[in-house]
Structure formats: structure tokens, C-alpha cells
């Protein structure tokens, strides 16, 4: 198959990091509604281009531990039984906190000039269950985890070693055979656009983005655990000193709140301001959101959560009656069905990484 090499094309509103051009966030005014447009979803990539992949001559194999390996085409896959719902992810490096990553790490300069929660979104998805191709295939009882290999390749961008690597990535047979595991062929209605992974991406529902393999060309099923560099070198935070395990790799999303209304620098009157947000918990559900304008002293119940949709952010409201003219430090607060609530501090600041923060985030508002 050829893979021809292009730019990539991103929309100006985008943000962009210093990674070179790999990486670009959403503004924060495009969170503020439950769908972000497919042009100002974020972006992250390892390497400058997209692989750009011929459609004509596409094809997903599926191979290793099955009883009958395939060779799919575009219009293969669109012949299985479509599934379509909102998914909300996050890349593992969202709602960076400078302090807390060691530029020395050189993994985080990636998420250098993002301020904010940029690096998520929720659009509609739509595609097939991975579970249907998996079994079509025949899947023997010595497979543990499906490797998902991306047409895209090249140098690791931090440190440029090793010289050649491929985005791969895995997933316990468990998740793979979930229903929700989709082969995503569609982004809010269109095909998928060429940053999103054109012709298909896997589409990890509830888990963090970087599961979430784009430009995908091959299924392995495997008899042992995959070590691939990004499944075992990247995305992770280092444990507590002395732990047991050294790693803790990211899977489903965390317990996790957001405030978008207001957006950083705008001015709330002071005849009062409806502040709203997005809450969201990977594969458990949203029980509570609560807002503090006291810096985290008293809390109340927001007034609505909006029921969610598939995968999809909750988002909510909250009516505020400030005092009087001011500054104020907002937070939100959530909790899952689990009983998860988010910390009030980041919460792995030994790592150096800045990975998985979910903490409660201070908002800075001036009322007038
Ligand atoms: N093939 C491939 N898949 C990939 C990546 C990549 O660079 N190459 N980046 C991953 C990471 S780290 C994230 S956070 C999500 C981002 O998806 P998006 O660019 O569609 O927002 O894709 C994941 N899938
Ligand atoms: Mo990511």
C-alpha cells in the first residue's frame, strides 16, 4: 500500500504547542457546546504529516492468534452493522500544570503554551463494533490483547531515539471485545477528517486518547502482553517512591469537571451569570458536580446536569448570584457513581510527566 506524506492543514483558531506542529488545542469558547466542530477538535500527532491513504487500495488486516486472518477494504467495513454515539477523550497530557512536569523529561514540551483544557473533546462517532471484525476473524482461546498498528511512523519526536518507531498501541482482549470498541469511519457525520485518522481510527470509548489509534491499517491478536514503545515508554506516570508496581499506565478516563462559561479573561456582571461546564468519568457515570466561588471553602450542588449520551460529557449548570464586584476563585467538582471524587491537587507531583490531572481546577473570575 502506498503512503504518500502531506501537511497537515489545521484550522487558525487551533492552538498550537511548540512540539512542532503535532500538536494543537481546541479554543476554549469550542468546549462550550456538547459538540466540538470536527475543525477545532484538537489535535495530536507524533509526526509533522498524516500518512494520506489511498482508499482505493486500503485494507485493515487482521492477524496473529485467529482462525481466519483478514484483508478488509473501506467498503468492507461499511457493509458491517453501523453503531453511532458521542464518545468525550482526553489526551493523558490535558489540563497541563507547569510546576509539576520536569522540562528535563522532554516528554512534556509537547504540552508547553497549553494553558487550559484544550487537549479534549466530544464529537459523534460512528463505525463498527471492533467485536464484529474480531469475530468474523475467529479469535483462538491463546489470545490476551489486540496490538493496533497506525500507518504512521518515524523518529520518537522528543528524543529522536529510536530512529524508527510506529504508533502501536494495545488493548487487554477484554476492552477489544467490549461493543463500544469501535472502528470509527465517521466524525459528526462526515468521514473522518485527514488529523482524525482518515480512513479509520479505533475509537477506545471512555478510555484516554492516545488508545485511540489513527490511520489504522492492522489488528494483531496476540498471545502475550505488547511492549511497543508507545504502549510501555510513554503515557504513564511513575508511582510514588517505593511502590510496588514503578508505572501506572493510563486506561479509562478519570473522574473529571470542567468549567467553560466563563472563558479565561471574560468579565462576569455582577447582576449575576449562569456558569456552566462539562463533566465526564470514562466508563462510570456522573453523579454530582459541585461549585465552589470561595476558593474550595463551601460548596453547592449545580442546579442541572444534562443527561449524557453514550460516551459523552455530562454538561451542566449553575445559576451564581455573586456578592458583589470582585475576584472570585471558581472551582467545579465532580463525582462518580464509583464514589470517585476529583482531588483538590494534582495528583502525581513526584512523576515529572504531568500526566492524568484531574484535580479540582482554580478559576481566576473578576465580576464587574
Ligand atoms: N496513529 C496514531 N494514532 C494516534 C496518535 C498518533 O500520533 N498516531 N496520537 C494519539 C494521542 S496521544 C491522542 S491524545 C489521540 C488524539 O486524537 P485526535 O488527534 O483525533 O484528537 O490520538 C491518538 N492516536
Ligand atoms: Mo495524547
Redo the contacts with the bound molecule.
Keep these: 500500500m502506498a503512503i504518500q506524506q502531506i501537511s497537515t492543514k489545521v484550522e487558525p483558531q487551533l492552538i498550537p504547542t511548540n512540539a512542532g506542529l503535532r500538536t494543537f488545542a481546541t479554543p476554549p469558547s469550542a468546549l462550550q457546546n456538547d459538540i466540538v466542530p470536527n475543525d477545532l477538535?484538537?489535535?495530536?500527532?507524533?509526526?509533522k504529516e498524516c500518512p494520506e491513504i489511498d482508499i482505493a487500495t486500503y485494507r485493515l488486516n487482521v492477524d496473529g492468534e485467529v482462525n481466519n486472518p483478514l484483508s478488509l477494504s473501506y467498503e468492507d467495513l461499511k457493509q458491517l452493522p453501523q453503531k453511532r454515539f458521542q464518545v468525550t477523550f482526553e489526551?493523558c497530557g490535558n489540563s497541563p500544570v507547569p510546576e509539576y512536569y520536569t522540562k528535563a523529561l522532554r516528554i512534556s514540551t509537547v504540552m508547553e503554551g497549553i494553558k487550559g483544557h484544550g487537549?479534549m473533546?466530544n464529537a459523534e462517532w460512528a463505525g463498527v463494533s471492533l467485536k464484529d471484525v474480531l469475530e468474523k476473524a475467529g479469535v483462538k482461546s491463546s489470545a490476551v490483547e489486540v496490538m493496533f498498528e497506525?500507518?504512521?511512523h518515524g523518529p520518537d519526536e522528543t528524543v529522536g531515539d529510536p530512529p524508527e518507531v510506529t504508533?502501536e498501541r494495545s488493548l487487554p482482549l477484554a476492552k477489544a471485545m467490549h461493543p463500544d470498541t469501535l472502528l470509527a469511519y465517521e466524525m459528526n457525520g462526515e468521514p473522518l477528517p485527514l488529523?482524525?485518522?482518515y480512513p479509520l481510527?479505533l475509537l477506545v470509548s471512555g478510555w484516554?486518547?492516545?488508545n485511540?489509534?489513527?490511520?489504522l491499517v492492522g489488528l494483531h491478536v496476540l498471545d502475550h502482553e505488547f511492549k511497543g514503545f508507545y504502549q510501555t515508554e510513554r503515557?504513564m506516570t511513575a508511582n510514588e517512591p517505593g511502590a510496588a508496581i514503578p508505572y501506572t499506565y493510563y486506561t479509562k478516563l478519570k473522574v473529571k469537571s470542567i468549567i467553560t462559561n466563563p472563558v479565561p479573561g471574560e468579565i462576569i456582571p455582577a447582576s449575576g451569570y449562569t456558569l456552566a461546564g462539562a463533566a465526564w468519568s470514562g466508563e462510570d457515570k456522573i453523579t454530582k458536580v459541585e461549585i465552589s466561588a470561595d476558593g474550595g471553602d463551601t460548596w453547592s450542588p449545580v442546579d442541572v446536569i444534562h443527561p449524557n449520551s453514550g460516551y459523552s460529557w455530562y454538561r451542566w449548570e449553575y445559576r451564581w448570584q455573586p456578592k458583589g464586584p470582585g475576584h472570585y476563585t471558581l472551582m467545579s467538582k465532580a463525582t462518580n457513581d464509583k464514589g470517585d471524587t476529583q482531588p483538590m491537587e494534582f495528583p502525581n507531583k513526584w512523576d515529572g510527566r504531568g500526566y492524568g490531572n484531574n484535580m479540582v481546577f482554580p478559576f481566576e473570575a473578576e465580576v464587574r
Design positions: 477538535y484538537y489535535i495530536r500527532n507524533h509526526w489526551c487537549i473533546g497506525g500507518a504512521d504508533y488529523n482524525h485518522g481510527r484516554y486518547g492516545m485511540s489509534v489513527k490511520w503515557y
